[in-house]
Each structure stands twice: as C-alpha cells, then as structure tokens.
C-alpha cells in the first residue's frame, strides 16, 4: 500500500469501512481510491442481493475542488448521484447559473435553494420556491435553537435544547417541557438512543456515521446508508441522523454541520472555512471542501475549536481530543473559532537547524493556526521515520511487544475476553484473522501512511519543550519551540508512527485500550491525551532507536 497512492479495500463491519450490512449477515464490500494528495478518486461497491453494485468516481480541480461526479461501474437498479459543476479558480466558488454568492463568500443559491445569511454568515433561510422552506435561529454561541421547516404545506417549528454542543432534547409545535417531542442520549461524544412516543431506538455507528437503529429487544429498526460525501443510499426510515454527525434538514436536503452548512450533492459547504489554511497543505486554503475531499477516514463534525495567541489551536472538545472548552479558552486568552471569523491569528515564525534522523533539517516554517496534518508532514517531508520504524519493529523485542499490545488490543476493540471462542459470522472472522495474522512488521508497514488521528498525534498540550525533548537530539539543548512545532517533530519519531499503526491494525482500538493492553494501571480511566502518553512511554521502552 503505497503511501502517497493508496487503494484501501476493507470489509464490512469493521470501524474503517462504509458499513453496508443486513441483519442477517448479508453484506457487500466496499473499495476506495485516493490521488497522491489522498482525495478519494474512485469508490466501488461489489453489490449484494438487496443492495446492487455502484461505483463513483471523482474529478477535482488543481485547487481540491471537485468539478464531476460521475458513474464508473455498476448502478444498475439504483439511481446514483452525479453531479458536474464549473469552478471560478480565482474564488473556489461554483460559477455559473443559478449558483450565486454574496460579498462575504456565502453561497445563496445552492442549484436547489435560495439562502439568506445574517451579519454574522449564518444562514437564516433556506428555500425551494413553491415547494419547502426553512428559517433558523441561533443562540449566542451560534449553535441552531430553533427551526421552522414547511415541506409540502406542513409546518413543524422545532425548539433544541442543548448541552455543550449536543441536541438533547427537541419539542415540536409547541410541545409542553415536561413532554418533549425526542430525546438523545449519549456515550462520550456518540449517540446512544433516540427517545420518542415510539419507545426507545438505538444508534449503532461506524467510525463516521449511523448505521443500524435498533429497538429495546435488538430488532432491527432500519438501516442508514449514504454514498462517500454523503448522498443518502438507503434510508427507509428518513432518519435525519444520515451523514457524519449532522442533522439533515428536509427542506433544504442540506446538513446542519453546527458552524455552516453541508451540500452533500456538491460536497462542499455553503459558506468559507473561517480559518484559513496550513501554509504546508496547500489543499487546505480551499475553505469550501469538505474534509480535504477524504470523506472516508476524516469528518468535520462542528469546525470550531480554540486557537492560542501563539498560531496554535486545539483539538474541539467534542472530538475527544482533550481541547479546551469555550469557557476555557476564553477566559485564558483564546479565541474560540467560528466566534471570531474576521480576526486572524498573529503569525510565528520557528527556524530550526538540527539534525533528527541522519539529515540536517534547515525549517522556515509560517505556522498560522492549525495543527500539521501527519500524513503530509511525514509523508512527504521526513519519509526516513518510516523507514526507522521498520526498523525498530524488526526487533525481537519491539516485535514481541507489538504483536503482545496488538492482539490484547484487538480483542479489547472487539469486546471480546480472551480465550472468548470467535464469533461464526463475518465479524468473528475478521477478529479472529487480525489476531492470528498480528506482527509487529504489519503494524510498521501502516504505520508510514496512518492517518487515524489526523489533528495531531501525541500531543502534550500546553507545554514549551526543546528540540533535544521532543527528538532525543542533544546536539541542539538551547533551542526552544512553539507547541505547532513540537507537535510536528513529535510526529517524526518513529515511536509515533508505531503508535498510529498499532491503532490502525488492531481494529482502531483506543488510547485506553492500548494503554491497558501494555499494563498501564487505571488506564481505561485515563482521557485520551494521559493514555496516550502512557502507552507511548510503554512503547520507547521497547522499541528504541
């Protein structure tokens, strides 16, 4: 699996795969592309007996715009989505009738709806001429706490009630406060169960959408499926809950994505990213794509997160990152984005000669704001950590110590005891095959192109550090870097690429879960960023330059 051209090929029911499951086992498997920037460029289905073959293919311009999506195998017996538009290079921006925008950016024809945006680039309407129509309205934090949709003449104001950032209650038309219209209940940052005058259904979801909804007695309620950027496949229910973490709206078609909008049928967003992007990924100036256009492993589930004085940002809080809440940053000097799309964050520039793996690295770096994606710093700046990692899990004892964490981790993942008999079904089966096949060289092979915790691996948030800390370099003790950069070299350590990989193959088990797997005591109680550490440390013992 090439690093910088990637095809992944991963089976149904696994936390990587577009999950495409009936209750009886039946399922089909799924096949994606990637460019050499890692933009999904073909996705293909091999069709089953209820859900026919499809495959999508995508064409995207110099500037990460995707100008075609067009039908490259199958979709017979099913209406795929395919859409060509024409792109003003010059502003990223859709150009020609009837997409329109105003001064600020913001799309107020979509091809489908006419939008109106407040001064703060909110929408405030959405509608379709003659047939539906939607008007919303924010609290101070800029989160949706009332909508008022009319679709086919009939309308439903709807009042949210919200914690931190999540919906957990809704009424409609009025309803009483002690009666609420649905409840949501959560576990951690996912949805648990939906509450209604239907009883109590339960979510399932894959690492980036619902999946399967299910009754107290574990019927199966419906099934949700979407293509790549989110195009509904198979709902049967209408369940609003179809892409990522988004709320889709009926009137419009479009997502409620918290601080703008999400068209799915043209896989952008309405309005500008209110950050601009990471001078070392270009594609990421683009502020309308969604995700960098890898909608398969990433998500962008509320685009706000707190930005320090120093260019560098947090992890949001709901990402389980460890990122400081609203009130945190504000209260210690952050700016808490989108709250302040206007203000741009003061630029620093970090110089650095030393010398981390063999080569003398001479950085000029203009960090901004965001933290550097992995996959690009490593991947195309420092490939010799890779090859460092290959050679650290080649090891007697760093591979013994992988393959030990990988396959305690594994069945961690899987809710699975060991010495538990594997389940007869295809999810047994798969369990069973990473458990049997684990080494450590498998773990070093994916570790060069994981990309499972793209906002920033290891981090140690809110510490200054040296460059002789975060390399093991002596040679250079004085110079002192910015959070942004230490996070970068971080990820240059081979360590960190082991790290990723081992949560890459074993079923993307969790920091918790590697971390009890390597004898951590009270792991499974630790946050994400402690456990993360303390499973890092478990593996330098180990695996050592």
Known sequence: ????????????????????????????????????????????????????????????????????????????????????VTINAATNRISGSPYAYDLGGNMTNDGQNTIVYDGENRAVSATVTGSSSGTYTYDGNSLRVQKVSVVSGTTITTAYIISGSKVIAEYDNGALPAAPTREYVYAGTALLAKIDTSGTKYYHQDHLSNRLVTDSSGNTVTQIGHFPFGESWYNASNDKLVFTSYERDAESGNDYAKARYYISRLARFSSPDPVTGNPLNPQSWNRYTYVQNDPINLSDPQGKYCQWEDGTSDDPPEQGGGGASRDECTSQGGKWVPDAPDAQPADETVTVTADPIDDVIQLNATIEQTLLVPRNTVGALYPRAAILALQLALDPDCAKFLKKIGQSATLAAANMQAGAPFLPNAAGRLVQSTYDNYTGLQVAQLAFSS??????????????????????????????????????????????????GTHELALYASDQQLAAAAGVPGAAQMDISHASDAFTTELEKHCKP
């Open 1 to 84: 699996m090439s690093a910088l051209a990637r095809t992944s090929e991963r089976n149904c029911r696994t936390r990587t795969t577009n999950e495409n499951c009936t209750a009886n086992e039946s399922w089909t498997r799924t096949k994606y592309s990637y460019d050499s920037l890692y933009r999904l460029t073909n996705a293909s289905t091999t069709g089953s007996t209820n859900y026919p073959a499809w495959g999508l293919s995508e064409t995207y311009d110099l500037y990460g715009n995707r100008s075609i999506q067009g039908t490259s195998s199958g979709c017979t017996g099913i209406t795929c989505p395919t859409n060509s």
């Open 451 to 500: 990309t499972a915790d793209v906002q920033g691996v290891d981090k140690r948030e809110g510490k200054f550090t040296t460059f002789a800390a975060a390399t093991g370099n002596t040679d250079n003790p004085q110079i002192t870097l910015y959070r942004a950069f230490t996070i970068a070299v971080l990820k240059l350590q081979a360590q960190v690429l082991l790290h990723e």
